[in-house]
């Protein structure tokens, strides 16, 4: 009896029918009327997958958003200008914001802008004289058009008197009814013409149609704020004395413990324009608020933080740079 039972099972499995495992991959099954993928066809990726090979060739050619590494040598050291982007080899200058610049770069950047921005206020003076003449002409215009219709409509009321008064023949309906034009809205005479409302001037949509006025002061090329040449603050840059280091751009130095300043935070007194770490500075000047190499008093708002210097490190801020390409996508 076992044996006939085991013979069954062994028959009822073989008539079953094979699918192989790729076609049972992609099949869809059907329960109670419900169509279901496989969970390959819901992976991201799994519609027309691409190699890495293709991945990399795809990107090699300029397709999607490009992103790099930023090495040391892409960062501005610090003690370096921030416009010319070389070392500073006179006097050296801070913004408020805390960049570093070389006098005669920042100087000069100025004197162009400044002159730059007066040829644009310049311009735009007489693009707003222009407007203020129109709007100037368009209302003496329209001043003498009222003059004109205010006498019609007193010499007409007066002849229309005169032709009702004589009892003329059959001129009188017309006139009757031009006189009736000036004072009666809703006949088809009295209703505007299209020429005469396209003659207007819009004085508000004018001024906006103007380009903005340019600033009053040059923006500062780092951070965009107004800065002018009476804030530039004159620092003093300690260099290393190594001739074999400094023909190669020698480091900054801090004032205070000689240590060479690389990514560290860095901390400039206003008025004695010495340079220090921040660590040195909150260990000695900031107990005593007196500068350690001058021995000059500052206060708290003598005190700058500069923009420390960046390398290839990840701890050093930003060092990933990217650029978008469209995609099809």
């Not at 008093?297 to 390398?311: E, H, P, T, Y």
């Amino acid at each position: 009896m076992n044996r006939s039972l085991d013979l069954l099972r062994l028959a009822t499995r073989n008539s079953r029918p094979t699918t192989p495992l790729a076609a049972r991959s992609h099949h869809r099954i059907e329960h109670d009327n419900t169509i279901t993928m496989t969970r390959k066809s819901k992976q991201p990726g799994g519609h027309n997958p691409l190699t890495y090979a293709e991945t990399k060739r795809l990107k090699s050619s300029g397709y999607g958003t490009q992103s790099t590494r930023l090495t040391s040598q892409s960062m501005l050291p610090f003690g370096h200008c921030c416009l010319s982007l070389s070392q500073i080899e006179g006097d050296a200058v801070a913004t408020p914001s805390g960049h570093i610049y070389s006098r005669e770069t920042i100087v000069q950047y100025l004197l162009t802008k400044n002159q730059e921005l007066k040829e644009q206020m310049a311009e735009y003076d007489r693009k707003r004289l222009q407007v203020e003449n129109r709007r100037a002409e368009w209302e003496e215009n329209q001043k003498k058009k009222s003059q004109h219709s205010f006498r019609s409509k007193d010499q007409g009321a007066m002849s229309n008197a005169l032709v009702l008064k004589d009892g003329g023949g059959g001129g009188q309906e017309a006139k009757t009814e031009n006189s009736l034009s000036h004072v009666s809205y809703w006949l088809s005479s009295s209703q505007p013409d299209a020429s005469a409302a396209g003659d207007g001037f819009d004085y508000e949509k004018e001024i906006m149609s103007l380009p903005s006025p340019p600033p009053g002061r040059p923006p500062s090329p780092m951070s965009g704020e107004p800065l002018k040449l009476k804030q530039l603050i004159p620092i003093h840059l300690v260099h290393e004395q190594d001739e074999a280091i400094s023909n190669n751009g020698g480091r900054v130095l801090c004032s205070v413990s000689q240590k060479r300043i690389t990514t560290q935070e860095t901390i400039a007194i206003k008025s004695s324009g010495q340079v220090m770490l921040k660590s040195v500075f909150d260990e000695l000047a900031k107990p005593t608020m007196t500068c350690p190499v001058t021995g000059k008093k500052f206060k708290d708002k003598d005190v700058i933080k500069l923009i420390k210097g960046k390398s290839g490190f990840a701890a050093s801020g930003n060092v990933e740079a990217k650029k978008y390409n469209p995609t099809l996508t």
